[in-house]
Nanobody
């Protein structure tokens, strides 16, 4: 059994910053790619940022140079530092971790989501 807990969302004024966190717990053998997605009302969930087990990162064009994804393998955690926030960043943010729980089982797990609101 694996649980993901994401946190750090809130209400922030345009230009402000937030840091999202997501920690995994339970029966974990290895964690591979870690990702952050977001979903605004009436839109599809979109990939915001991803980081591989080796530390390579990629970002959606809309957040490049403003957001930074990082991971702490010792804590089974992934972070998203969000700077220069804009109203269009308003969404529920979800972490998504690719986890192996035993030698036969590897799949992606989702966090419960954390709301980020940037008023216009």
């Amino acid at each position: 059994q694996v649980q993901l807990e994401d946190s750090g969302g809130g209400l922030v004024q345009p230009g402000g910053s937030l840091r999202l966190s997501c920690a995994a717990s339970g029966s974990i053998l290895s964690i591979y790619d870690m990702r952050w997605y977001r979903q605004a009302p009436g839109t599809q969930r979109e990939l915001v940022a991803a980081i591989t087990s080796g530390g390579s990162t990629n970002y959606a064009d809309s957040v490049k140079d403003r957001f930074t994804i990082s991971r702490d393998n010792a804590k089974n955690a992934v972070y998203l530092q969000m700077n220069s926030l804009k109203p269009e960043d308003t969404a529920v943010y979800y972490c998504n971790l690719d986890i192996r729980t035993n030698w036969a089982t590897r799949r992606a797990y989702w966090g419960q989501g954390t709301q980020v609101t940037v008023p216009s």
